[in-house]
């Protein structure tokens, strides 16, 4: 739907509601006034509160030797658990003393605030200049291209007129060709004149946010204005959003400078913390024997050898057979299994007479 902007007063309350400019800055104004309940955040206690949570696993292994048996048989006890652990804490701190940063950070960011306020003032002073500004050269446009339609209209008639008594004989060549450039002149103006109102409304739909319909005149603001030079010039320096702003932020300057000092100043706080551990005791291990006697039974079916009746005669070869021989009896037992036990040798006993 498009709205219709019929009075000066109407077009102003258009672009105070719609122009992008000025909503902005009301955006940046309430950004600025989030800076207070911050700085005041310096008087309140501060909490923290911290959790952790893990998961270990626990593996010991054990290695006894029984010395009763030879070759030794060797025991591996193997403990295992899963041992989940948890951890939480909380602290409390309390700002006592800090050179009285939070006082004037608090200040400073009030001393924001209003300037932010003028400098919104400044923004909307201009918005609304800006969109007197367009209503007013939209009218002056739109009748200098009501006149220049007018003109050529005329210059045409004119041109029509003239060519007519050149047909009679009364003008010459001369007048007519002047004719025509006062025509063609007049069509180059109301061009240029169109241009400039397409302009103007764009210009119209920019800052006031609407599209322009029946404008009527404005209204003088004489009445508003201050009546003498000076009074306006007082009128100036102590209602200008300009220079509130200025004097505003001379006072945000001012306080960043205590803020600053306030860092060579003792601090003074108070601070409480807790902090509780979980942690999971195994309550059953799992447990592996592993008697590792193997290589025992081994050696001992291994050296199960029958001595041999001449020693002397074989001792060039008793290396080989007694590693041979073990070997024999190594592999017999385990090809029976691990609980088959090799034979004693029986010793020979000397011949009756």
């Known amino acids: ?53 893990g998961f270990n696993y626990f593996d010991q292994v054990n290695k006894t030797e029984n010395q009763q048996v030879f070759p030794h048989p060797v025991f591996y006890t193997s403990l295992g658990s899963d041992l989940p652990t948890r951890q939480f804490g909380a602290t409390a ?79 010459t ?10 025509l063609a002149a ?8 169109q241009s400039n109102y397409i302009t103007s409304q764009a210009n119209y739909r920019r800052v006031i946010g609407v599209d322009p319909g029946r404008l009527n005149p404005g209204t003088p603001v004489d009445r508003l204005s201050p009546a003498t030079l000076p009074r306006a010039i007082t009128a100036g320096e102590t209602e200008s959003p300009s220079v509130l702003a200025a004097m505003y932020g001379v006072d945000v300057a001012e306080l960043a400078v205590k803020i600053s000092e306030a860092a060579l100043y003792p601090n ?19 447990t592996t024997n592993v ?18 009746a001449n020693p002397r005669k074989h001792l060039a070869n008793s290396a080989s057979m007694l590693m041979s021989t073990a070997i024999r009896r190594g592999l017999r037992w385990c090809r029976a299994g691990a609980n088959w036990t090799p034979p004693r040798r029986r010793s020979r006993q000397p011949p009756r007479r």
């Open 1 to 53: 739907m498009t709205a219709r902007a019929d009075t000066l007063e109407w077009a102003l309350v258009q672009a105070y509601q719609n122009n992008p400019s000025l909503n902005a800055q009301r955006a940046a104004l309430r950004a600025t006034d989030e800076n207070v309940p911050q700085a005041l955040s310096g008087y309140r206690p501060k909490l923290s509160v911290t959790a952790s949570g």
């Open 93 to 171: 701190t309390q700002t006592l003393f800090n050179g009285f940063q939070t006082a004037n950070r608090t200040r400073q960011a009030e001393s924001g605030v209003f300037g932010a306020r003028e400098t919104l003032r400044l923004t909307e002073q201009q918005v609304l200049l800006d969109a007197a500004t367009a209503y007013m050269n939209l009218i002056r446009d739109q009748a200098i291209l009501d006149l220049n339609r007018r003109n050529v209209e005329v210059l045409t008639e004119q041109l029509k007129q003239t060519r007519d008594r050149f047909n009679v004989g009364e003008v």
């Open 173 to 182: 060549r001369t007048d007519v060709a002047q004719a025509e450039s006062r």
């Open 186 to 193: 007049g069509r180059s103006q109301l061009l240029q004149a």
């Open 268 to 286: 003074l706080g108070l601070t409480a913390a807790y902090a509780q551990n979980y942690q999971t005791i195994p309550q059953e291990l799992r």
């Open 291 to 308: 008697s590792d006697n193997l290589p025992s039974r081994f050696i001992k079916a291994a050296l199960n050898i029958p001595p041999f």
